[in-house]
């Protein structure tokens, strides 16, 4: 790991979903996913906004520069039963990655999901990204049929992770590696 992201060091709040440093996040997201998939014609179903995204995490660091993001959308009790969460804008900064940030967002998104009241989250990455794939698995989520708007995407992947287990990654440590 280059000594650099060895010594990274940043802090996580809460932040509204409409906050310009989010905001930025947020677009160098969809212009990376965009590059990925070779348009802009990626994400089925309603995209998150302000009105239906209650936590919004950025982490910033140790200047105050965002590196890294994601929110919570809570799914309606048709979608997957009742006391769903779904992960929405999960990013990291290019240059922040390998540092435990990206790890960091999702821990402090399962921990606002339980003061939501959530027993389980979900979320959507999708076939361009195996980088996020291996992420979610690394981190313990499983694998689930695709859900809500994803069902009969070619381009998504779904998985999921029960709230009420010991959170962690699958090698059982707590890492932020």
Known sequence: MDDRKALMLWTLALTPFDDADADRLRRAQREELDARYGSDDHEPGVAPSAGDVPVFLVARDEHGIPIACGGLRPLSDDVLGPGVVEIKR????????????????????????????AQRVVLETGTAQPDAMRFYRREGYEPIPLFGAYIGSEVSVCFGQDLTRRGGRRDGSDDQG
């Not at 999960?90 to 921990?111: D, F, N, Q, S």
């Open 90 to 117: 999960m990013y990291a900064a290019p240059w922040a990655r390998g540092t435990g940030v990206a790890t960091a967002i999702l821990r402090g998104l399962e921990e606002e999901a339980r003061r939501l009241g």
